[in-house]
């Protein structure tokens, strides 16, 4: 009896050892993955910006250390729907999706303000619609906060081979590069077409079998970017004031 309530004691102390191991190490994966996925994310929003990174360097090539250092580096203000900036918040801190669920009116922008060689490049988020699930994408202006400096777009269900082109084909996102926003200082945006661009300021090729995926980065776009319309009016200008 006596040894049988020692094997019994025994046994409880190490379940318990091992219920804490297992809290503990679930707790390590946890903060791991959390890790990973805010630094997955901050690749994803310098890729907007990949032609102009140190070194000419591919966003793929980066350490973790070198993404994280370059997001030390960046004024990452957030911004409310009237273009007025937050204070307490960095841009990092805002959750795109949860936001989108908000009223529009408090909704929270954040703004991701990158230099290179003197210029400063604005790389705005925005989210919306493709035919399966939810897209969103970033996209960066340069310094005349007109000309689209580079473009990355990401989704949730798109289709392999059709939709999930936006993500997968480089091609489609390197469209942007160049692209204007604005038509004699009226916000217009950039229209993907089907058939292919017939505007090279203005419009992009669409994707060939998803014209839904297509016409969600088009509407993504056009509303995402016309959020940051205040913000970027005051941007104008203090341009103009320190000229």
Do not use: C
């Amino acid at each position: 009896m006596e040894s049988t309530k020692y094997v019994i004691i025994f046994i409880l102390i190490l379940t318990g050892a091992v219920a804490i191991s297992l809290t503990g190490l679930r707790e390590a994966t946890k903060s791991q993955a959390a890790t990973n996925e805010d630094i997955f994310n901050k690749r994803a929003i310098l890729t907007a910006v990949e032609n102009y990174l140190p070194g000419g360097k591919k966003v793929s090539e980066l350490s973790d250390q070198e993404v994280l250092a370059l997001f030390d580096e960046m004024k990452q203000p957030v911004v409310n729907m009237e273009g007025e900036p937050i204070e307490g918040v960095k841009a990092e801190d805002i959750n795109m999706a949860k936001e989108r669920k908000k009223p529009e009116p408090e909704r929270r922008l954040p703004v991701y303000i990158y230099e290179h060689d003197g210029e400063k490049f604005y790389i705005l988020s925005v989210r919306g619609n493709g035919l399966w699930d939810e897209i969103w994408g970033n996209i960066a202006l340069k310094s005349d906060l007109n000309t689209v400096a580079g473009a990355a777009f990401d989704h949730k269900g798109e289709t392999p081979g059709l939709g999930a082109e936006i993500k997968d084909n480089p091609a489609f996102a390197k469209q942007f590069q160049g692209k204007k926003i604005y038509d004699d200082g009226e916000y217009v945006s950039i229209k993907v077409r089907k058939g292919g661009a017939k505007d090279d300021t203005y419009e992009v090729d669409g994707i060939s079998g998803a014209t839904v995926t297509a016409d969600g980065v088009e509407e993504m776009l056009y509303r995402g970017i016309k959020y940051y319309q205040p913000y970027l009016k005051d941007l104008k200008q203090q341009s103009l004031l320190v000229q």
